[in-house]
Nanobody, 113 residues
């Protein structure tokens, strides 16, 4: 079983920044496309950013220019740098292999003054 562990969430004021981390338990990480997802209260989970095994990144329009996804295959780790945060970014953030794998526990991001 491949485990993913997210961390780095918290409470931040609008306009602030956070950096989320995702550690994957297996070295197969390096061969997989990865994604950051989020689920806000009462809404469906959505994919906000993805990164291919070769580090090509894509973003949903609502976070373009504010979020940056990156990865380090030698550390089985992926990050999501979030800047200029807005209240509508409030959600539980999850990382997962694209197309397969189990969900982790997620990390809560709350943007509020």
């Amino acid at each position: 079983q491949v485990l993913v562990v997210e961390s780095g969430g918290g409470l931040v004021q609008p306009g602030g920044s956070l950096r989320l981390s995702c550690v994957v338990s297996e070295s197969i990480f390096r061969f997989n496309d990865m994604g950051w997802y989020r689920q806000a209260p009462g809404k469906q989970r959505e994919l906000v950013a993805s990164i291919s095994s070769g580090s090509t990144a894509t973003y949903v329009d609502s976070v373009k220019g504010r979020f940056t996804i990156s990865r380090e295959n030698t550390k089985n780790t992926m990050w999501l740098q979030m800047r200029s945060l807005k209240p509508e970014d409030t959600a539980v953030y999850y990382c997962k292999m694209i197309g397969w794998g189990d969900w982790g526990q997620g990390t809560q991001v709350t943007v509020s003054s």
